[in-house]
């Protein structure tokens, strides 16, 4: 996503989401972190600047961006859920060794000749080690 901080108020605007306080630190820390955070990981990150900020409300508010589709869901993991903010077509790598996420570019060629079908989602996780822990 290229989208600037200074740009979040009007994109929620745009896509029919009520830009509070707590939405628009949510949505700056999934741009501006690009580690594919969990819940915990944006909660630990924003409750100090937040002290009134719950779980709740950081599970509530990516419930509604990703059914407004401006951030996807990663479940690489059946035990751990991770956002992205870049909703562009990628895939991702885990490492693991460091469980570090990773996004890279893809070609999807096929999706183009299944003319019988409308692809709506497509999800692409690779796992293994990155060049990092060789």
């Known amino acids: 996503m290229k989208l600037k901080i200074n740009e979040i108020d009007e994109y929620l605007k ?15 820390y999934l741009i501006k972190y690009r580690n594919h955070p969990t819940v915990d990981m944006i909660y630990q ?24 589709g401006i951030v996807l869901l990663i479940n690489i993991e059946d035990n751990e859920t991770r956002y992205d903010a870049d909703t562009s077509f990628h895939g991702h790598f885990k490492c693991k060794k460091c469980n570090e996420v990773y996004d890279f570019k893809i070609e999807m060629p096929i999706i183009k000749e299944l003319d019988d079908f409308i692809v709506d989602e497509y999800h692409l996780y690779l796992k293994g080690i990155c060049k990092k822990c060789i």
Do not use: A, C, D, M
């Open 45 to 68: 990150g924003l409750v100090t600047e937040i002290p009134t900020l719950s779980k709740t409300t950081v599970y509530n508010t990516l419930k509604l961006f990703v059914e407004k």
């Open 14 to 28: 745009k896509n029919h989401i009520k830009p509070s306080y707590q939405r628009i630190k949510i949505l700056e």
